[in-house]
């Protein structure tokens, strides 16, 4: 089993930055890719970005290239999503997500562990 646990969301005004960070415990060597995902109010759950565990390989959704980036520190077990020049649509409650295959990067469904979540919001 692994456990995941976010943190870094919060209110911010349009334009502005905020980190937010994933922490993950227990069998973290099965590990291949984390990744974010975000579900806005009535609308499905949708991959924002990616990074495989050992290589660094990362992906990203089209709608947030070149103002999010993710990273990871292996040492810590902990993969970052640094969200700049913020806008309202990205409004969401953010997920972190673990997979141990590696099968695809951007497909929700092949995720299994998943965190409780972290709730952003942009203010325009």
């Not at 499905?44 to 970005?49: H, L, N």
Request: net charge positive.
């Amino acid at each position: 089993q692994v456990q995941l646990v976010e943190s870094g969301g919060g209110l911010v005004q349009a334009g502005g930055s905020l980190r937010l960070s994933c922490a993950a415990s227990g069998r973290t060597f099965n590990i291949k890719v984390m990744g974010w995902f975000r579900q806005a109010p009535g609308k499905e759950r949708e991959f924002v970005a990616a990074i495989t565990w050992s290589a660094g390989t990362t992906s990203y959704a089209d709608s947030v290239k070149g103002r999010f980036t993710i990273s990871r520190d292996n040492a810590k077990n902990t993969v970052y999503l640094q969200m700049n020049s913020l806008k309202p649509e990205d409004t969401a409650v953010y997920y972190c997500a673990a997979d141990r295959f590696g099968a695809s990067m951007t497909q929700r469904v092949l995720y299994e562990y998943w965190g409780q979540g972290t709730q952003v919001t942009v203010s325009s």
